[in-house]
């Protein structure tokens, strides 16, 4: 017997039909004699049509309204299941997060997770109850309704298990797990059996989309056991995320590549070489929330630098306004933007231990003709800006010459 929590993302609950397959699901679990808590996203598309409806009144919603709204999606679908769990004979309870507990901050639109009352839950599994809880949700101390952020239903899974100190948390997705990258573009792409947390968070804050960022973050700290699974198939063991770093000795030294085409890039050209400058530059555009990822900056003879940096497309017209009403003070002859920007990035815990990963990954894009025009690294990621009409043959050929065709 175990204690397993199950999460089901949007296209899993997407119809009432599908709401009864993941019921049946549930029931074969329960009937193995495990304690299922199961947590469930919006149906699919739902949250996008309230954030629209509230648009459609209020071009900048008040974003504790917004949570009032958006949240009702998830409520929908917890009661829809327990109806199907109901119609086949199982006793069943839904729980929105406020009924659990689930305790946050009061950063409406991105809260995050302070506590989680285990008590109630844990009481109703005890008398054989399936426990059906509203994924990316939860109340602040001043008992005002908040979101986790989108694809918060992952954290609201992962934060479950590890209050529950669960065996295993469970992620029912439309993929059957992780892959070494988007079989969209590689057809040739594997799905890994395992893959470390440092490297699911890698790859998931480089553009893939499986698990929501926070939910693997959380997942590393509270030693989850973490599986990403299909809702659509049987008997697949999905891939499991893992503390422990498999014998890598006769696989690739990279696990995956992950790519994001939303880049954009800005340069400020021509300010003055002193102390102070890149904070000049970027200080006005953190202070606008906006998130800058790869920086450099180069030199000239004359004194003068060049500032480049990537940012989110959809920041870079706010960040080129920002930088305007800037620009005079900071002593910069011009301002630049490109919005056709695309990072490719290879991830691979193997990295520490094999050298030569960069070079390889700058050979191959060399043989395709494909200029670099940012370069990040961490321990276990190399990332590279390039214009985006090259994206899919990148990620193609570095796919070939890591030989992840080969990997497990
Ligand atoms: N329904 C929310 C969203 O679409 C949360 C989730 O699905 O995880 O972002
Ligand atoms: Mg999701």
Redesign the pocket.
Known sequence: MALIVQ?Y??TSVGSPERIRNVARRVARFHANGDQVVVVV??M?G???RLIALAREVAAVPSPRELDTI?ST??QVTIGLLCMALHDLGLEAKSYTGAQVRILTDSAFTKARILHIDDAPIREDLNVGRIVVVA??QGVDRFGNIT??????????GVALAAALKADECQIYTDVDGVYTTDPRIVPEARKLDRITFEEMLELASQGSKVL?IRSVEFAGKYKVKLRVLSSFEEGGEGTLVTVEETNKMEQPVISGIAFNRDEAKITVRGVPDRPGTAYQILGPIAEANIDVDMIIQNLGHDGQANVSFTLPRNDCDRAMEVLEGVREHIGAQSLHSDKNIAKVSVVGVGMRSHPGVAAMMFRTLSEEGINILMISTSEIKISVAIEERHLEQAVKRLHHAFELERAK
């Open positions: 999460k993302g949007g996203s919006a699919s739902e949250t996008n958006v999606g998830e994924g990316f979101t986790l952020g989108r694809g918060g239903s992952d954290t609201t929501q």
